[in-house]
């Protein structure tokens, strides 16, 4: 019941080869036989035993119903502390463990001796002691960008490479505990040096093991193909079965004694022996331990090795040979079974991946639940890039930046506590209310901590002695004959165009580009009346900047300058209206309908498509006990907050020349007073007196065997990217108690049961709307992007934090945006969320493809990254005394392609093609001058553009992208 992207499902579609493990029967009374003739059964004993790997574990979950500091002191440290002991006690012993989020913390610990750490290394380079993962975190599969993933394995795997060495680097995944597993793991995984992903929790295990199907060959993405390639296991037993044979054998509780061994092995035998059944070749792990074991160590491994004791002596009658074992252990006899041709006999699972995951109800509320803390986790991915893109590239070519080291630890507590919520309960919003504030508090604090470093990285490009406030406060609060300047950074290596918002407080307001020191078009409208508004008006520009750009503006009361003051739009009702409204640009016609007050059509006229679409925001009712913090489950199908015309939504209209903009309160209850839902819309002007002219493009020749650029020239132009989309802002709650609100969009594009889901934002997968499941079952995961399409039109949407979303209706497409259960679903905490939540959708309609659909899905989530400074009044020569005034000590252009004097404006000297986007650039651990960098392709080769250059390989000659930070060598 597993989809996958173009390709067939994993679950039903997987081809078996001829290899079968060794056979063997068992009977109900533990009794072991292998064949009713004793001589049979000492050669199949002989030629054929059983191998059984014993690896004990503790799954120590970085947050969930205690703080990562509550879980650290209270077992934890007295995991590692004993396990340690009962390693250095006894050789044979061996143990694994994965969160670096815990092991950094006990290995700095002040309670942790030297002697403890040199025990610790003398058992790891034994090999009793073994990394796996390595991540800081086991991380969600359904929730987080491929990007976090990638940054919280560097974490943990540089921190063991500088400690252990490069030995250290963990080659196994294991994902055991995470709801569902996606492509992009097997995909990242393989990319980190892994050759094995083993996973546990998926749907339909019993099928599974039955055909033989836990080991397979994963191709997480089709693009990469064997570059992306691993061996993919999954556990046997249950959907816990991470814990299944620490369930059969609780040592804690019931220690192996003499006069229970007997009971205890023939135990450990029926179930090997049946587990063995399911797999293809005579190798077995048996997984001991479960969530926080061996916290005292000592009775757990004293019973193990009696009942391996017994086990051994029994090796000949049994053919069951078990050993204390590491995950290497393991696959290294898997990799050699039959001769080493194991791997390759396998069946190919080629981009498939296991959501939704069904456990007695479907898990797919996790998918939204606590929806504020998936946007807090998202502003913080975005600004703690943006914040080590600046201070590296500054460090490139600043020596004074790489020897401050404040500048550096200022970025670490972002860096942490965005890999914290990648943990497979953190993001996820799955955690108890207390550790739901520990990662929202951490990532605000990390961002608070980290912005200085970047406020000095801008100060130094901008050539400016002062203090840079992070945000646009400074322009908030602007007084009369005041002036303020904004700069603005692009952390995405693609020149950018778009409109900029900021709040202010005041209409008589003037813009002005600072390095030309010409005017700036400028709209004010009317702030929406949210609970997270401050302001009374909020105001649109547009701004131009290069790839890994910086930008001034500058922002003054009209009686300090001579330039046009900003037009002011305020919003005025639509009040009993007989017609339907029409909002335009050069793109796009949007009607509104004068029945429900609703968007009901939309056209492309550059596209020349058009589609009727119903918008409107629904909800579901909670079914009892089911819909919780990790399942939803609803009572009946959704219903419309406006579903007459006596409930249309109460709306107001903004127009001005360079954006259209509606406020909406739906109908809730009784009021419109009472609601807890409201949008905004924005659509935006292509005049072309409001938006910068276009970027430069990039030309292909396929005679070219350089090693320069080689890359289509985008045919879309990068001004198109400023008003090629519709803005839809939601303000959400206080839901009432199980409610859960979902975002609808009714078109009459012919999609039949066809949608289309991203891959935690790296690749897009192709679902299809079963209608023997229920709704809950056909609910998918979505991370950046999602979008129905029939032969002509395609409806994309795109996502600034993750969703559950499904297509139930041929042309239909909804998203659940905010939850609100208040119960349990008997997974782990209850859901009750009171918080109002301010979700985002972006709109992208036109025919058939995802060039525009990509792009503006990374302009969406790597938005600007903005400081002010210079405060002052404008009517004289002097800086005055607030916050941020400084003075220019002269200009410097470091990398600027400004031909102005002034610093207002450059670039650091990076420019991509536009189907590559640059997802690291940094230098965290690295030596002097070594920089960390990761380049990503953003389309896929198979995917729905296939026939588009854009899909193709790019080749790049980096000291030609690279003209600043320039590369003399590489490895």
């Known amino acids: 019941s597993s989809s996958s992207s173009s390709s067939s499902s994993c679950h039903l579609h997987l081809e078996i080869s001829s290899i079968e493990a060794c056979p063997r029967e068992h009977n109900s009374n533990n009794i072991i036989r292998l064949s009713s003739s004793s001589s049979h059964l000492q050669q199949q004993i002989k ?125 196994k995944g294991w994902q055991i505990d995470p709801f569902g597993a996606s492509s992009t793991t097997p995909t990242l995984g393989k990319l980190a040096g892994f050759d094995v992903q083993l996973i546990d929790r998926v749907s339909n295990k019993p099928t599974l093991e039955k055909e033989k199907l836990l080991q397979f060959r ?29 369930f059969r054998f609780d040592f804690n509780k019931d220690p192996v004694h003499w006069f229970d061994i007997d009971i205890y092995g023939k135990l450990f035998l029926d179930t090997a ?36 004791d017994w086990l051994q002596k029994r090796e000949n009658e049994t053919g069951v040979i078990v050993r204390y074992a590491t995950l290497s252990d393991y696959w290294s006899s898997i990799f050699s079974y039959n001769n080493g041709t194991f791997y390759d006999d396998l069946p190919l699972n080629v981009g498939g991946d296991f959501f939704p995951l069904d456990d007695i109800l479907w898990w797919t509320g996790y998918f939204t639940s606590r ?67 520990m990662f929202i508090n951490d990532i605000l604090d990390g961002i608070e901590k980290g912005v200085p470093t970047g406020a000095a990285a801008l100060s130094h490009l901008l050539a400016y002695k ?55 078009p400028c709209q004010i409208n009317d702030a929406p009346t949210w609970n997270n508004i401050t302001s009374k008006y909020n105001l649109y520009f547009p701004v131009s900047l290069a790839a890994l750009g910086y930008k001034t503006y ?98 107001y209209i903004s127009k001005g020349p360079l954006l259209s903009e509606l406020h909406q309160t739906f109908e809730c209850g ?14 935006y002007s292509s005049s072309t007196s409001s938006i910068p002219s276009s970027s430069p493009s990039f030309s292909y020749d396929d005679n070219d065997n350089s090693n320069n650029i080689h890359v289509p020239s985008a045919p879309v132009p990068d001004a198109e990217y400023a008003y090629n989309y519709v803005d839809v802002q939601y303000e959400l709650g206080v839901l009432p108690a199980k409610t859960e609100i979902i975002a609808s969009f009714q078109s009459d594009i012919k999609s039949g049961g066809t949608f289309y889901t991203d891959s935690n934002g790296y690749e897009i997968h192709k679902r299809k709307y079963d209608p023997t499941l229920k709704i809950q079952a056909n609910y998918y995961p979505i991370v950046y992007t999602s979008f129905i399409a029939d032969n002509t039109s395609q409806l994309s949407f795109l996502h600034e934090r993750s969703h559950g979303g499904s297509s139930l209706l041929s042309g239909q497409m909804e998203m659940m945006l905010h939850r609100n259960p208040n119960q349990t679903d008997h997974f782990g905490p209850g859901l009750t969320d009171e918080d109002v939540a301010y979700p985002g959708l972006r709109i992208v309609y036109g025919k058939p493809g995802l060039e525009r659909v990509l792009r503006q899905a990374h302009l969406f989530n790597f938005p600007l990254l903005s400081y002010t400074f210079g405060v002052n009044n404008s009517s004289s020569n002097d800086d005055d005394n607030d916050a941020g005034a400084g003075k220019y000590p002269g200009s410097r252009s470091a990398g600027s392609k400004t031909s102005s004097s002034s610093s207002f404006s450059g670039d650091l000297g990076v420019l991509l093609p536009p189907n590559i986007h640059l997802l690291t650039f940094s230098n965290y651990g690295q030596s002097a001058g070594q920089f960390l960098v990761r380049l990503t392709h953003i389309f896929s080769i198979d995917g729905v553009d296939a026939n588009n250059p854009l899909t193709q390989p790019v080749l790049l000659d980096l000291s030609i992208v690279f003209t600043l930070a320039k590369p003399v060598s590489l490895q």
């Open 47 to 171: 030629t054929c035993p059983l191998y059984v790997y014993l690896v004990p574990h503790s799954h120590d979950d970085v947050g969930w119903l205690k703080t990562i500091d509550g879980y650290y002191e209270s077992e934890v440290k007295n995991i590692l502390d004993t396990v340690l002991q009962q390693l250095v006690a006894n050789q044979e012993r061996k143990f694994i463990y994965v969160e670096q989020a815990y092991f950094t913390r006990w290995w700095y610990d002040k309670n942790t001796t030297d002697l403890q750490r040199t025990q610790l290394r003398t058992v790891h380079f034994r090999g009793q002691f073994e990394f796996v993962l390595g991540g800081w975190t086991m991380p969600d599969e359904a929730c987080t960008t491929y990007s976090s993933i990638a940054d919280e394995y560097t974490l943990g795997h540089m921190f063991l490479s500088q400690t252990f060495g490069p030995s250290a680097r963990p080659t």
């Open 218 to 246: 994963w191709q997480g993405s089709p693009s990469l193909g064997a570059k992306s390639e691993l061996l993919g296991e999954i556990m046997g037993g249950d959907t816990n079965g991470y814990c299944d044979w620490f």
């Open 273 to 308: 022996l049946k587990r063995g059944e399911d797999y293809r070749s005579p190798h077995l792990l048996a997984q001991w331990g479960c969530d926080f074991q061996f916290q005292t160590a000592q009775p757990m491994f004293e019973s193990m090795d009696k009942l391996v």
């Open 371 to 437: 929806p504020v803390l998936k946007g807090v986790v998202r502003e913080g991915e975005a600004v703690g890039r943006s914040l080590d893109l600046l201070y590296s590239f500054v460090s490139s070519f600043n020596s004074s930046f790489v020897n401050n080291t404040n500048l550096a630890n200022n970025l670490m507590p972002l860096r942490v506590a965005n890999a914290d919520a990648t943990h497979h309960d953190g993001v996820t919003g799955t955690s108890v209310p207390e550790v739901v504030d």
């Open 466 to 520: 002062g203090d840079l406030a992070y945000g646009a406060d400074a322009i908030l609060n602007l007084k009369t004959g005041q002036s303020v300047h904004i700069v603005l950074f692009n952390s995405l290596a693609w020149p950018r165009v778009e409109y900029y918002m900021v709040p202010v407080n005041r209409l008589d307001l003037v813009l002005v580009d600072s390095t030309s020191q010409k005017p700036l």
């Open 554 to 651: 500058t922002v003054s009361t009209s009686s300090s300058s001579s330039s046009p003051q900003c037009f002011y739009s305020p919003s005025v009702e639509w009040s009993s209206p007989t017609q339907d409204l029409i909002i335009s640009n050069a793109m796009y016609n949007i009607t509104l309908s004068h029945i429900t007050g609703r968007l009901a059509h939309i056209q492309n006229v550059l596209d020349g498509v058009q589609n009727g679409v119903d918008q409107d925001i629904r909800q579901y009712e909670s079914e009892k006990e089911v819909s919780g913090a990790y399942a939803f489950g609803p009572k009946g199908s959704s219903m419309s907050l406006s579903s007459s015309s006596s409930s249309r939504p109460l709306t």
């Open 670 to 683: 009784s009021s419109f007073t009472s609601s807890y839902a409201k949008q905004v819309i924005k659509l």
